[in-house]
């Protein structure tokens, strides 16, 4: 809760609105039942002015409800102000704190879920704060004065109304430590059919091409079914919350009407106080219901602070640096790895004490089989991963010792797996750099080869492309991706098999442009088609994590080796 109440405090003044309004509420309860303690005192006593007092009564009467359901609106609706904006700033604070996270996260966790925790979580806090957290404080207030009336009244009858409380405070008790890991079981269940809802959707091609609509409903059936049987476990562990409150209340009625109705014709209490007490014990209901609701409500809810909490938690694997450095020259980047070895979690190693350096300009062109590591060392230079053993270095500076934001920033990058935002193609261009006018949009795509195919398109620039692209094939995301990467102009360029899904005219045209496009700029191109990379600078053959072959393209076209073969079997003639 600490967290939670953090949140809240900038808005102390809204909440001070609410403390008065909840104190305004508080008073009007603690008086109706007093004035009409009042009236049977009148009639009991039989005053003289009975009737003019009566009326004063009636209008103070008018004026309590009238003042009680101003302070109720008011409470409601500040206390939902504070509630909104609070999960607001917590939502945006989840957020902020997933994009800090590195993608290896991402990698091991379902989306569905991630996306449960940044949304439906943090909704689920609104009516704890709203209602639970304010209806306590509230209720909590009122059964206390309520308490120091009944006291005034008749301590002897307060004792007694008091006995069955204790009982249903055991029950009550009992009753959250079991249901707190039960909703934190109905929360975890939400995140796991909202994932596989996603997926589903996500790969709905696969599941009709391959006919497995029933599998994939049986599957989605079997999990809703899980989630409604651990709904109604939590809702039967604390059924017996209200019967409890009820069963005390009514109990303690009962006491007081036996003995107080006793004392009352023995003469031992007046029949106004009788009345009064009574009414007391009757309002002593609403507040004590409304803790149970609230506690019920705070049961739900703290199980999805603490999906949140563990989110928020989580320290990301990729750090800034404590005393971060400048980088000297930004214009003329050079890369050295240094003895590098990187593996992911607990596998095999992917790269195996790698060194090697990128000339400021130079175009290294990397190849290898699938596995090789080719991928992975492109993302340890945008430090999506810190490396194990050894350094990475740009312009002699450790990654490590960069700010992120500076780092990627001369950084651009077109990743194998293309992923295209939902919007038009404009915006996903235009991604790369937000100023970018639409002559720097056009002049990117014209680079990318997919200028054309834009302009066939009805709604050229403005077609909206789907989610993740769904509406584009594949090799024109690519070409979007690539123009995206391009209008960025970073001085690195990376370039992850960023041709794969093109056709070779297409990739010739590209490959033309590419030249020109990565004079001056130091660049990493990663390929299997090796008529894409024949023209880089230097070409490193990627091996079980190692570098085996290392030089430009006339050179080790000559040597045994990969390479070689790889030439052959290709059928590109060495040169």
């Given at each position: 809760?600490?967290?939670?109440?953090?949140?809240m405090?900038?808005?102390?003044r809204?909440?001070?609105?609410?403390?008065?309004?909840?104190?305004?509420v508080?008073?009007t309860?603690?008086?109706?039942?007093?004035?009409?303690?009042a009236?049977v005192?009148?009639?009991?006593?039989?005053?003289?002015?009975?009737s003019q007092t009566l009326t004063?009564?009636a209008?103070g009467?008018v004026?309590i409800?009238?003042?009680?359901?101003?302070?109720?609106?008011?409470?409601f609706?500040?206390?939902?102000?504070?509630a909104?904006?609070?999960c607001?700033?917590?939502?945006?604070?989840?957020y902020?704190?997933l994009q800090?996270l590195?993608p290896g996260w991402f990698?091991a966790?379902k989306?569905?879920?991630?996306?449960?925790r940044?949304?439906?979580?943090?909704?689920?806090?609104?009516?704890?704060?709203?209602?639970?957290?304010y209806g306590?404080?509230?209720?909590m207030i009122l059964?206390?004065g309520?308490?120091?009336?009944l006291?005034?009244?008749?301590?002897?009858l307060t004792?007694?109304?008091?006995?069955?409380?204790?009982i249903?405070?055991?029950?009550?008790?009992?009753i959250g430590?079991?249901?707190?890991p039960?909703?934190?079981?109905?929360?975890n269940?939400?995140?796991?059919?909202?994932?596989?809802?996603?997926?589903?959707?996500?790969?709905?091609?696969?599941?009709?091409?391959?006919?497995?609509?029933?599998?994939?409903?049986?599957r989605?059936l079997?999990?809703?079914?899980?989630?409604?049987?651990?709904q109604i476990?939590s809702?039967?562990?604390i059924?017996p919350?209200?019967?409890?409150?009820?069963?005390a209340?009514?109990?303690s009625?009962?006491l007081?009407?036996?003995i107080g109705?006793?004392?009352?014709l023995?003469?031992?209490i007046?029949?106004?106080?009788?009345v009064?007490?009574?009414?007391?014990?009757?309002?002593?209901?609403?507040?004590l219901?409304?803790?149970v609701?609230?506690?019920?409500a705070?049961?739900r809810g703290?199980?999805?602070?603490k999906?949140v909490?563990?989110?928020?938690d989580?320290a990301?694997?990729?750090?800034e640096?404590?005393?971060p450095?400048?980088l000297?020259?930004?214009?003329r980047?050079e890369?050295s790895f240094?003895?590098v070895?990187?593996r992911?979690?607990?596998?095999q190693?992917?790269?195996?004490d790698?060194?090697?350096t990128?000339?400021?300009g130079?175009?290294l062109?990397?190849?290898g089989?699938?596995g090789a590591g080719k991928s992975?060392?492109?993302q340890?230079?945008?430090?999506?991963y810190?490396?194990?053993?050894?350094?990475?270095?740009?312009?002699?500076?450790?990654?490590?010792?960069?700010?992120?934001?500076?780092?990627?920033r001369?950084?651009?990058?077109?990743?194998?797996?293309?992923?295209?935002?939902?919007?038009?193609i404009?915006?996903?261009i235009?991604?790369?750099?937000e100023?970018?006018?639409d002559a720097?949009?056009?002049?990117?795509?014209?680079a990318?080869?997919a200028?054309?195919?834009?302009?066939?398109?009805s709604?050229?620039?403005?077609?909206?492309v789907?989610e993740?692209?769904?509406?584009?094939?594949?090799?024109?995301?690519?070409?979007?991706?690539?123009?995206r990467?391009?209008?960025?102009?970073?001085?690195?360029?990376?370039?992850d098999?960023?041709?794969?899904a093109?056709?070779?005219?297409?990739?010739?045209?590209?490959?033309d442009n590419?030249?020109?496009?990565?004079?001056g700029?130091?660049?990493i191109?990663?390929a299997h088609r090796?008529?894409t990379i024949?023209?880089?600078?230097?070409i490193?053959?990627?091996?079980n994590?190692?570098?085996?072959q290392?030089g430009?393209?006339?050179?080790?076209?000559?040597?045994?080796?990969t390479?070689a073969r790889?030439l052959?079997?290709q059928?590109?003639?060495?040169e």
């Amino acid at each position: 809760m600490n967290r939670l109440i953090q949140y809240m405090l900038p808005y102390k003044r809204t909440m001070l609105a609410v403390v008065l309004s909840i104190l305004v509420v508080t008073a009007t309860g603690l008086l109706a039942p007093w004035l009409v303690r009042a009236i049977v005192l009148i009639i009991e006593t039989g005053a003289e002015d009975a009737s003019q007092t009566l009326t004063l009564i009636a209008v103070g009467l008018v004026a309590i409800y009238i003042g009680r359901s101003t302070a109720e609106a008011a409470v409601f609706h500040y206390s939902h102000v504070v509630a909104f904006k609070t999960c607001r700033d917590l939502r945006d604070a989840v957020y902020t704190h997933l994009q800090r996270l590195s993608p290896g996260w991402f990698a091991a966790r379902k989306s569905g879920d991630i996306t449960t925790r940044v949304i439906d979580d943090t909704l689920k806090l609104e009516p704890v704060i709203a209602d639970a957290v304010y209806g306590f404080v509230v209720s909590m207030i009122l059964a206390f004065g309520i308490l120091i009336i009944l006291l005034f009244l008749s301590p002897i009858l307060t004792i007694l109304a008091l006995l069955p409380l204790p009982i249903a405070v055991f029950i009550m008790v009992k009753i959250g430590r079991k249901a707190i890991p039960s909703f934190d079981n109905e929360a975890n269940r939400e995140g796991d059919l909202s994932a596989l809802v996603q997926d589903h959707v996500s790969g709905i091609r696969e599941i009709q091409i391959f006919n497995q609509e029933e599998r994939t409903r049986r599957r989605f059936l079997r999990k809703s079914d899980f989630l409604a049987r651990r709904q109604i476990r939590s809702r039967t562990l604390i059924a017996p919350f209200d019967p409890a409150v009820e069963g005390a209340i009514g109990v303690s009625t009962a006491l007081v009407v036996l003995i107080g109705g006793r004392m009352a014709l023995a003469g031992e209490i007046l029949v106004a106080d009788l009345v009064a007490f009574i009414l007391y014990i009757v309002t002593l209901y609403q507040p004590l219901y409304s803790i149970v609701g609230a506690t019920e409500a705070l049961q739900r809810g703290l199980s999805s602070l603490k999906r949140v909490n563990d989110l928020l938690d989580t320290a990301p694997a990729v750090a800034e640096p404590e005393h971060p450095q400048l980088l000297p020259h930004p214009d003329r980047p050079e890369i050295s790895f240094d003895a590098v070895s990187f593996r992911y979690h607990d596998n095999q190693p992917v790269l195996r004490d790698l060194s090697l350096t990128i000339a400021p300009g130079e175009t290294l062109a990397v190849i290898g089989p699938t596995g090789a590591g080719k991928s992975t060392l492109a993302q340890l230079v945008a430090r999506f991963y810190d490396v194990d053993e050894g350094r990475i270095t740009l312009n002699g500076v450790d990654l490590r010792d960069l700010p992120l934001s500076v780092l990627r920033r001369q950084i651009s990058m077109v990743l194998q797996d293309v992923f295209l935002f939902h919007g038009t193609i404009r915006d996903n261009i235009r991604f790369g750099r937000e100023n970018a006018d639409d002559a720097a949009i056009w002049d990117a795509a014209r680079a990318a080869g997919a200028d054309d195919f834009i302009n066939a398109l009805s709604g050229g620039y403005d077609t909206m492309v789907g989610e993740r692209g769904i509406r584009l094939s594949g090799g024109q995301k690519q070409r979007i991706s690539i123009a995206r990467a391009l209008l960025k102009k970073a001085p690195i360029l990376i370039l992850d098999e960023a041709t794969s899904a093109v056709d070779t005219e297409t990739e010739a045209a590209i490959q033309d442009n590419l030249d020109q496009l990565l004079a001056g700029r130091t660049a990493i191109v990663i390929a299997h088609r090796l008529s894409t990379i024949r023209r880089a600078d230097r070409i490193a053959v990627l091996e079980n994590g190692r570098i085996t072959q290392l030089g430009a393209h006339d050179d080790i076209a000559q040597q045994t080796g990969t390479y070689a073969r790889l030439l052959t079997a290709q059928g590109t003639a060495a040169e």
